[in-house]
């Protein structure tokens, strides 16, 4: 999903959702101990839970963004896979799938996979922190968009829409110079 492109721009994109996530597993008040962040991206939520006492691991199916991460840190923690195919050989305090890790599965078999693999790898007690787009969001807030955005090191056109109820799609075109007068373009929907 995520590749050069895109993995290029993933930390600028995600803007202030780290913050977000950290006060939602705070207020979870699980004990740290090992989390795993499932879509963990470029490695941001597993270098900041480890640096507030927590064992974190991350997974990603975009070995561009597990590349970035490994580079950032800690090294042995990032691994390229699928959320669905989740298996740990010890109970996990926290589970995490976040900045639309839900949205990315499309469908609602692979939705159900990524819970039963989660639930499996969870001790008791321990928590899973999601976050999703639902059929009312898209219904109340989807209505037709283009924006732009323009960065120093990176461009992003986003633009879509409510296609019917319940049903919306979101292109992201991301543009990222790469030298020689060339850009490397990525397209996410």
């Not at 639930?119 to 009312?136: E, I, Q, Y």
């Not at 109340?140 to 829409?161: A, E, I, K, S």
Request: glycine letters at 10%; hydrophobic letters at 40%.
């Amino acid at each position: 999903m995520y590749g050069q492109a895109a993995a290029a721009t993933y930390d600028d994109l995600t803007g202030n959702h780290l913050d977000a996530v950290l006060l939602a597993i705070r207020s979870l008040r699980v004990r740290p101990g090992l989390a795993v962040d499932v879509g963990c991206g470029t490695g941001a939520l597993v270098r900041e839970l480890n640096r507030r006492g927590w064992r974190a691991r991350g997974i990603d199916s975009s070995p561009d963004m597990i590349r970035i991460a490994r580079r950032r840190g800690p090294k042995g923690v990032f691994a390229v896979g699928d959320a669905t195919r989740l298996r740990v050989s010890q109970e996990i305090d926290l589970v995490t799938a976040t900045f639309d890790v839900t949205t990315h599965l499309r469908s609602s078999r692979r939705l159900s996979r990524l819970f039963a693999c989660a639930s499996k790898a969870l001790r008791p007690g321990g928590a899973l922190l999601f976050d999703c787009v639902t059929p009312h969001d898209i219904d109340r807030n989807w209505g037709g968009y283009l924006q732009y955005t323009c960065r120093p090191r990176w461009r992003l056109v986003r633009y879509g829409g409510r296609l019917a109820p319940s049903t919306g799609e979101i292109v992201y075109d991301f543009f990222v110079p790469s030298g020689r007068g060339t850009v490397r373009h990525q397209r996410e929907m």
